[in-house]
């Protein structure tokens, strides 16, 4: 069993290609896309944990659940009321469940949340938040997980933790010379 971490999905919504800037033609292909792109990363017994943004209609959410590798828990984003509806369905609850605002992977030393934190003492930063003003920085143990950023997939949570781990690795070095 391996740790996934993605966010923003938009499935089933058309106006998500234009935001941003998608390079589907379709709400339909690039759903396809999305649900190939996770099945080739995620395997069934893997977990895979959504900040935000998961689907845009019910029964979208509904067809994309029964057709995703993994267990799914999630983080409520801007637009995820058709997520949490279809999440209290009682078929859905062995594929989907909602986890609140803020969740802690201890085993990573990991904060997730789909709303930007500014700060949380120790702990690295995992957002969903699709927002350009939200940047990636290693320095400051902050990364978006919005899957425009990680070529439309889930990333595993130990990449994602290898990542700081190189930065401070090379931080480290720096000031040894």
Request: aromatic share 12%.
């Amino acid at each position: 069993m391996q740790i996934f971490v993605t966010s923003n999905q938009q499935f089933g919504r058309p106006g998500a290609i234009k935001k941003y800037d998608r390079p589907f033609s379709s709400v339909e292909e690039m759903d396809k896309i999305l649900i190939e792109n996770w099945n080739l990363t995620v395997s069934e017994n893997d977990i895979v944990y959504v900040l935000g943004n998961f689907g845009w209609d019910p029964t979208t959410v509904e067809n994309c659940i029964n057709s995703l590798n993994g267990h799914i828990y999630f983080i409520e984003g801007e637009f995820d009321n058709a997520t949490v509806d279809v999440s209290m369905l009682p078929n859905a609850k062995n594929k989907i469940e909602e986890i609140g605002q803020i969740d802690f992977i201890n085993e990573f030393n990991a904060c997730l949340s789909y709303w930007p934190l500014s700060i949380w003492p120790g702990k690295y930063l995992l957002t969903g938040h699709p927002s350009n003003r939200i940047k990636t920085d290693p320095s400051k143990k902050i990364i978006s997980v919005s899957c425009d950023k990680w070529s439309y997939k889930p990333v595993n949570m130990k990449s994602i933790i290898g990542l700081f781990e190189e930065n401070n690795s090379k931080k480290n070095e720096k000031k040894s010379v």
